[in-house]
């Protein structure tokens, strides 16, 4: 059973950083793509940023580049994001995603970051 476990989610302060965690489990995770995703309220979910679980390469929505970093760490399964300079409309919940091609099927249950302006 795929698990993807979210942390490191808080209250902030605009211009702060945090970095989010995502904790998988329950198979291998080579040849799949892991993604962050953000839902404001009110708004729909959002991508923010993805990686090859392979290959390493990422790709960015044009709202975090420069200033959010994905990366993972293959002895630990865990997916990270580095969130810099965090700006008010960064304030969401932050899911973790896995899939293959271009379907994300397994989720986590996200973390809240608030940023304060």
């Known amino acids: 059973q795929v698990q993807l476990v979210e942390s490191g989610g808080g209250l902030v302060q605009a211009g702060d950083s945090l970095r989010l965690s995502c904790a998988a489990s329950?198979?291998?995770?080579?040849?799949?793509?892991m993604g962050w995703f953000r839902q404001a309220p009110g708004k729909e979910r959002e991508f923010v940023a993805r990686?090859?679980?392979?290959?390493?390469?990422?790709y960015y929505a044009d709202s975090v580049k420069g200033r959010f970093t994905i990366s993972r760490v293959d002895a630990k399964n865990t997916v990270y994001l580095q969130m810099n300079s965090l700006k008010p409309e960064d304030t969401a919940v932050y899911y973790c995603?896995?899939?293959?091609?271009?379907?994300?099927?397994?989720w986590g249950q996200g973390t809240q970051v608030t940023v304060s302006s």
């Open positions: 995603a896995a899939g293959i091609s271009s379907t994300f099927e397994y």
């Open positions: 990686i090859s679980w392979s290959s390493g390469r990422t």
């Open positions: 329950g198979r291998t995770f080579s040849g799949y793509r």
